[in-house]
């Protein structure tokens, strides 16, 4: 287009008249202005600008029709050239401002008068012609200001609607990346189920038979007693494991009530820090006072906290920290509800593990079987909830889960 404005104002050169240097230098500077204005008055603040590139292309047009009139500049057939300042304006400003800036324009070619009828006179016929110049312009600049109003109104929606797939693309991919992580908690919970189910009879014997063989020969031979009480210790160990599997694998029966959730969690955090000797971590509480009670299954709730603040506990390990625990009213997709943040000041997940860290088995830890998490998930889900690890990669671990009040 730009190579379209110079071919035109090119032809216009071409036109008497031609010697006339002032017209073909204003005719370059208008062909020049229209193509770089925007970059000319990049400095300027937008509103400004907009008003700057109107007004130099009404002193252009004004400069222009004053070196082409014979015998008066207002008889100048380059009084069109009015266009381009109107057009622009119709297409920057919304109607107000196009029909002040269609009146300047106006005004301006206007102005030649003043001094031309010191020395003419206008004629009725004189007087039409120039009426209908300026009614032209404005009609001209309406038509443009619709066009161009109706064309930002679809622009901004297009914007918009944008912006709303963007936001709806990024929920797909979360309801994707929730769907595979059920789909592998599926499949390995039925597995583990079958697993755990049928290690736990002989587990039971080996038990049973120890703690006989431990009462029988713990008399004669110490030695063997000792050993019998390992197997049992670790029996017990094992059983532990198993119970875990199950609890990971079993459906849940969820038996809701109106619960506080403070009390939940003081509760969860009071067993974990009563099971522990490490005292170097420092519990913070934060609960808002204005929290609801919510529909939860009491037991099953307090087991997510528990894995959480065990989870916590052991990120900071022998050096201890602060586990920072909050809970206040939210709402998430529409529903009302309670945010609760566990937030530890331990190393955190680094960011190529922030995927796995929810999957059955994944443990980062000698003794962990990596079930703490995906049983946490999956309560959550039950109760209609989520949970997210909401800090980056760098700072503590931060887990945020929502619980629907209704
Ligand atoms: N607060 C935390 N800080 C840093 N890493 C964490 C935290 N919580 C969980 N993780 C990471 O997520 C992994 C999975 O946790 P999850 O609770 O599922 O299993 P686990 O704690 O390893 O074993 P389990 O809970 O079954 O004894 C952990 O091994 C650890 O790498
Ligand atoms: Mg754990």
């Not at 008399?219 to 990971?248: M, Q, W």
């Not at 709730?301 to 894995?307: A, D, L, M, S, Y």
């Not at 022998?318 to 566990?342: K, M, N, Q, Y």
Request: proline fraction near 4%.
């Amino acid at each position: 287009m730009d190579l379209v404005w110079l071919a035109l104002i090119g032809f216009l050169a071409l036109l008497n008249p031609r010697l006339e240097i002032h017209k073909q230098l204003i005719l370059l500077a208008i062909g020049l202005f229209q193509i770089f204005d925007r970059k000319l008055l990049a400095s300027l603040p937008a509103g400004r600008r907009n008003a700057y590139i109107v007004l130099i292309k009404i002193l252009l047009a004004t400069v222009l029709v004053g070196h082409t009139g014979t015998p008066t500049p207002s008889a100048s057939p380059y009084w069109l050239i009015y266009y381009v300042p109107v057009v622009s304006a119709a297409t920057l400003f919304e109607a107000g401002g196009t029909l002040l800036w269609t009146a300047i324009a106006s005004a301006a070619y206007c102005s030649y008068l003043i001094p031309e009828l010191q020395e003419f006179e206008l004629t009725p016929a004189g007087e039409t012609e120039l009426a209908l110049r300026v009614l032209f312009l404005f009609l001209a600049a309406i038509i443009v200001n619709q066009f161009a109003t109706e064309n930002r109104r679809q622009a901004e929606s297009y914007r918009r609607l944008a912006e709303e797939l963007a936001v709806t693309n990024q929920r797909l991919q979360q309801a994707q990346e929730e769907v595979r992580r059920n789909e592998r908690l599926a499949a390995l919970g039925q597995l583990t189920a079958g697993v755990a189910h049928e290690i736990r009879n002989p587990l039971g014997v080996i038990k049973g038979s120890a703690e006989m063989l431990a009462q029988k020969i713990s008399a004669e031979d110490a030695l063997a007693g000792e050993l019998a009480g390992y197997i049992s210790s670790e029996v017990d160990r094992l059983n532990g494991i198993v119970s875990r599997f199950l609890d990971f694998a079993r459906p849940l029966q969820l038996h809701c009530r109106r619960e506080s959730v403070p009390a939940l969690l003081d509760r969860a955090l009071k067993a974990v820090s009563d099971g522990r000797k490490q005292n170097g971590v420092r519990v913070e509480r934060n609960y808002d006072a204005s929290l609801e009670d919510v529909p939860v299954d009491a037991d099953l709730c307090e087991q997510v906290f528990t894995n959480l603040a065990i989870n916590a506990y052991q990120a900071m390990g022998e050096h201890g920290g602060t586990l920072r625990i909050s809970a206040r009213p939210a709402h998430s997709d529409g529903r009302r509800g309670v945010e609760i943040e566990f937030a530890d000041t331990g190393p955190g997940v680094p960011a190529e593990l922030r995927e796995q860290i929810f999957n059955p088995f994944f443990t980062t830890k000698r003794e962990g079987t990596g079930l703490g998490l995906s049983i946490v998930s999956r309560i959550i889900d039950e109760h209609g909830g989520s949970i997210r690890l909401a800090s980056e990669p760098g700072e503590g671990a931060r887990f945020r889960i929502f619980l629907p009040a209704d």
